[in-house]
């Protein structure tokens, strides 16, 4: 782990608030990418991630207890995931059931999910996976898969490939699931 | 007598639209525009939660690099002012409960 992320912990587990106050700058500026980013796989909006972090730094001032035995970053994202994020992420659309047919615990099982084995991969790690299991697809499922990650609408997507919009979205579902028992092998063998 | 009712999506076209709404960060309308028997076919899909599962992973890697802000010095003064008002919050609740106690006292 990094030096400055290591001696931000120690200080961020401090039992006066005035020290935890002012390790706070230094444990932002480390972890603010590796948060964002990771709060980002499940709301997807820029402005309510922010709001949500901003929650969980203050959560973490406030009661650190959790943070006191941390190793390693892995062991860092999971532990403010499970005991800080996820409580913040469960209020985000904690009200939209009123104006969903989705139960509460679906909205919560969307937005906040039990973290499964491929949720602690890093950024770089998981876009060379991914690279890696796409090369493993057939030409046109790959093709579906890396228009709509350069951020290509269905219909798009569909001229590209001389098809329907029904059809691509059929591919896409099927190829997501391929995709799906790769990843789980990959983070099972690894 | 079967539902020839038709005009529910897939859950194939229900996944496209959940990962839509959450490349355009737009979920609230995704979960608005969910009919009962879509909710329905949501809740029952095992499909339907794995896939999502990855979708969130393909959302993290195609696009959470944007989300990335270069200089967190604004955040971090967002951050401090939240801590501060707790503070100030926490401050204000002991110096209440104090004056309380005193007056039970007399």
Redesign the interface.
Known sequence: MDKLLRNALKQLTAPD?ESR?RA??PF??AT??IF???L???????????DV???V??DI??NPEHLRAIENEQQLLRTVYLYYMRKRLREV?RR?NR?????QT??Q???A?EL?L??L?S?SE??QV?HKLLGKLKARERKA?EL????M??RAIANQLGTTV?A???L???T??K??RM?KEYCEED | MPNTDNTHRE???L??D???????????TF??S???E???R??ESQ?F?????????????????????PD?GL??S???A???S??KKKAGASARERSRSTVDVQ
């Open positions: 608030a106050r706070m700058e932002v500026r603010f990418a964002i980013r990771h980002h796989r499940y709301l997807g909006n820029e402005v309510e991630c922010e972090l901003e929650d730094y203050a001032w406030e659309y939209m104006s969903s047919y989705l139960s679906d909205v099982n969307l937005v999910p499964s491929c949720d991969i950024q998981l876009k991914l898969i709509w990650m350069e951020g609408s269905n029904g691509v979205k059929m896409e579902f099927r997501v699931l995709l799906r990843l | 859950i194939q076209e996944l496209a959940y990962a839509g709404a959450l490349r355009d960060g737009c979920l609230p979960l608005k969910l009919t009962r879509e909710a329905k949501i809740s499909d939660w794995e896939a999502a599962e990855v979708v969130r992973l393909m959302n993290s890697a195609g696009f959470g690099d944007h989300v990335v802000t967190v955040f971090i967002r951050v401090d939240g801590i501060a707790r503070q």
